[in-house]
C-alpha cells in the first residue's frame, strides 16, 4: 500500500496541476479549444492519485507485471496524442497563414492600383 | 482573339538578376505582362523590379518558391490571365520559348505544358546523382500518368485558365514536382512537354544544397504516395 503522506502528496499536486490548468483557461492564457486533453489528464491525474485501487486494477485489466509500467505507458500515449495535435494544429496554422500572407500581398497590390490611379486620374475609379 | 499571358516570376534576394529577366522578357517574349512574385526579400529586388517596369507584389513573409507561385496564379486569376507562365529570376529559362510553351495550350490541345530540358538534348548539364534521382522521379511520374514525361523539376510551366483557378484553391507548394503533375492528372488535365534550352545562371547558385539533396527525394515520394491515397475531390 501507498504511504499515507506520499499519497496525500500526490493528490495535493494532482488537485495543483488541474486548478493551475483552469486558472489559465479562465484567463484566457489557455484556449479551451486546446486545454480539453489537459484538463481530462489532471482530472485522470486525481482520480489516479486518490483511488489507488484504479491503478491495481488498470495493471491487472492489461495484465501488466508492475503498475510503474502502466503509467509509464499512459504516459507515453499521452505524450504521443499531444504532440500529435500540436502537428495538426501547426499544420493548419501554417496553412492559414500562407493564405493570409498571399490574400495581403494581392491586396497591397491592389491598393497601390488605387493610390496610382488616384494620383493620375484625380478619380477614384480603378485603372484598367 | 489574343489571349492574356502572364509571365510569373518568384524572386527571393535577386536584385543582380531580376532587372535583366524582366528587360529579356519585354523585349523577347512578345508582349506578356510580367508579374515579379518578391517572396520577402531582404535586398532591393522590390524595387529594381519595378523600376524596369514589372508589375511587383510583396510577400510579408517568406513562403519560398511553391507559395510565392502560387501568389502569381491567385493574381492571374483575379486579374482574368488566359494563360501564365512560370519563369525563374536567375535567367535560366528562355523568354524566346515563352510563345513556344503557350501555343498547346491556344490551340486547346494541353492544359499544362512543360518546358523540358531532357526531351531532346540541347547540352544542359545535370550533375550524375541529381540526374539520376530526376530519372527515378521522371519515370514514377510518368507510369503514374500514363505518359511520358522527362522532367518533372522543370521551374519552366505555362497552365491554362482552368488550371490557374485549381491551383489558386489548392497547390503542393512545398515540393511542387512530380506531386503536381500527379495531382492535376488526377483531374484530368492534359499534360504536354516540348524541350526548351537553358541559358547560364547569371548569378549566384542553385538552391539546392547537400541537406536538401537528401530531404528531397524522401519528401518527394511521401509528396506523391499522399497524392496517390487522397480521395478525389
Same mark, same amino acid.
Given at each position: 500500500?501507498?504511504?499515507?503522506?506520499?499519497?496525500?502528496?500526490?493528490?495535493?499536486?494532482?488537485?495543483?496541476?488541474?486548478?493551475?490548468?483552469?486558472?489559465?483557461?479562465?484567463?484566457?492564457? #489557455?484556449?479551451?479549444?486546446?486545454? =480539453?486533453?489537459?484538463?481530462?489528464?489532471?482530472?485522470?491525474?486525481?482520480?489516479?492519485?486518490?483511488?489507488?485501487?484504479?491503478?491495481?486494477? /488498470?495493471? +491487472?485489466?492489461?495484465?501488466?507485471?508492475?503498475?510503474?509500467?502502466?503509467?509509464?505507458?499512459?504516459?507515453?500515449?499521452?505524450?504521443?496524442?499531444?504532440? /500529435?495535435?500540436?502537428?495538426?494544429?501547426?499544420?493548419?496554422?501554417?496553412?492559414?497563414?500562407?493564405?493570409?500572407?498571399?490574400?495581403?500581398?494581392? #491586396?497591397?497590390?491592389?491598393?497601390?492600383?488605387?493610390?496610382? %490611379?488616384?494620383?493620375?486620374? %484625380?478619380?477614384? !475609379?480603378?485603372?484598367? | 482573339?489574343?489571349?492574356?499571358?502572364?509571365?510569373?516570376?518568384?524572386?527571393? @534576394?535577386? *536584385?543582380? @538578376?531580376?532587372?535583366?529577366?524582366?528587360?529579356?522578357?519585354?523585349?523577347?517574349?512578345?508582349?506578356?505582362?510580367?508579374? =515579379?512574385?518578391?517572396?520577402?526579400?531582404?535586398?532591393? !529586388? +522590390?524595387?529594381?523590379?519595378?523600376?524596369?517596369?514589372?508589375?511587383?507584389?510583396?510577400?510579408?513573409? @517568406?513562403?519560398?518558391?511553391?507559395?510565392?507561385?502560387? !501568389?502569381?496564379?491567385?493574381?492571374?486569376?483575379?486579374?482574368?490571365?488566359?494563360?501564365?507562365?512560370?519563369?525563374?529570376?536567375?535567367?535560366?529559362?528562355?523568354?524566346?520559348?515563352?510563345? *513556344? /510553351?503557350? +501555343?498547346?495550350?491556344?490551340?486547346?490541345?494541353?492544359?499544362?505544358?512543360?518546358?523540358?530540358?531532357?526531351?531532346?538534348?540541347?547540352?544542359?548539364?545535370?550533375?550524375?546523382?541529381?540526374?539520376?534521382?530526376?530519372?527515378?522521379?521522371?519515370?514514377?511520374?510518368?507510369?503514374?500518368?500514363? +505518359?511520358?514525361? !522527362?522532367?518533372?523539376?522543370?521551374?519552366?510551366?505555362? /497552365? @491554362?485558365?482552368?488550371?490557374?483557378?485549381?491551383?489558386?484553391?489548392?497547390?503542393?507548394?512545398?515540393?511542387?514536382?512530380?506531386?503536381?503533375?500527379?495531382?492535376?492528372?488526377?483531374?484530368?488535365?492534359?499534360?504536354?512537354?516540348?524541350?526548351?534550352?537553358?541559358?547560364?545562371?547569371?548569378?549566384?547558385?542553385?538552391?539546392?544544397?547537400? =541537406?536538401?539533396?537528401?530531404?528531397?527525394?524522401?519528401?518527394?515520394?511521401?509528396?506523391?504516395?499522399?497524392?496517390?491515397?487522397?480521395?478525389?475531390?
Amino acid at each position: 500500500m501507498i504511504p499515507f503522506r506520499a499519497k496525500m502528496i500526490a493528490v495535493l499536486v494532482a488537485v495543483m496541476i488541474f486548478v493551475f490548468i483552469l486558472h489559465m483557461v479562465r484567463r484566457k492564457k #489557455l484556449k479551451e479549444e486546446y486545454s =480539453v486533453l489537459w484538463v481530462l489528464l489532471s482530472a485522470f491525474l486525481i482520480l489516479l492519485a486518490s483511488w489507488s485501487g484504479l491503478l491495481v486494477g /488498470l495493471t +491487472r485489466l492489461i495484465g501488466a507485471q508492475s503498475s510503474n509500467s502502466v503509467i509509464f505507458f499512459f504516459g507515453f500515449v499521452f505524450v504521443f496524442l499531444m504532440l /500529435l495535435s500540436f502537428t495538426i494544429r501547426l499544420s493548419k496554422a501554417a496553412d492559414e497563414n500562407k493564405e493570409m500572407a498571399q490574400r495581403m500581398a494581392l #491586396l497591397e497590390g491592389e491598393l497601390e492600383d488605387l493610390k496610382e %490611379g488616384v494620383r493620375a486620374g %484625380g478619380g477614384t !475609379t480603378a485603372p484598367e | 482573339m489574343t489571349m492574356k499571358i502572364l509571365a510569373i516570376i518568384p524572386a527571393h @534576394n535577386e *536584385e543582380n @538578376n531580376i532587372g535583366a529577366v524582366i528587360e529579356r522578357l519585354r523585349r523577347d517574349a512578345g508582349g506578356v505582362d510580367v508579374l =515579379v512574385v518578391d517572396d520577402c526579400s531582404k535586398d532591393r !529586388t +522590390r524595387e529594381v523590379a519595378r523600376h524596369h517596369g514589372a508589375r511587383v507584389i510583396s510577400l510579408a513573409v @517568406n513562403l519560398g518558391i511553391g507559395g510565392a507561385v502560387q !501568389t502569381g496564379f491567385k493574381y492571374a486569376v483575379m486579374k482574368g490571365y488566359d494563360v501564365a507562365v512560370q519563369v525563374d529570376a536567375d535567367g535560366q529559362h528562355d523568354p524566346t520559348q515563352i510563345r *513556344e /510553351l503557350t +501555343r498547346a495550350i491556344e490551340g486547346g490541345s494541353a492544359d499544362v505544358v512543360i518546358g523540358s530540358r531532357y526531351l531532346q538534348d540541347r547540352g544542359y548539364k545535370t550533375p550524375v546523382a541529381r540526374r539520376a534521382g530526376m530519372l527515378v522521379f521522371s519515370w514514377l511520374t510518368s507510369v503514374i500518368c500514363r +505518359r511520358k514525361i !522527362t522532367d518533372t523539376t522543370s521551374g519552366f510551366r505555362a /497552365l @491554362n485558365r482552368e488550371v490557374l483557378s485549381f491551383f489558386a484553391e489548392q497547390y503542393p507548394v512545398d515540393f511542387p514536382d512530380s506531386e503536381a503533375l500527379i495531382i492535376l492528372h488526377r483531374k484530368g488535365f492534359r499534360i504536354v512537354e516540348i524541350p526548351v534550352t537553358m541559358c547560364a545562371r547569371s548569378d549566384g547558385t542553385s538552391s539546392i544544397g547537400l =541537406v536538401k539533396s537528401f530531404y528531397y527525394p524522401y519528401r518527394s515520394f511521401l509528396g506523391i504516395l499522399a497524392a496517390l491515397l487522397r480521395r478525389e475531390r
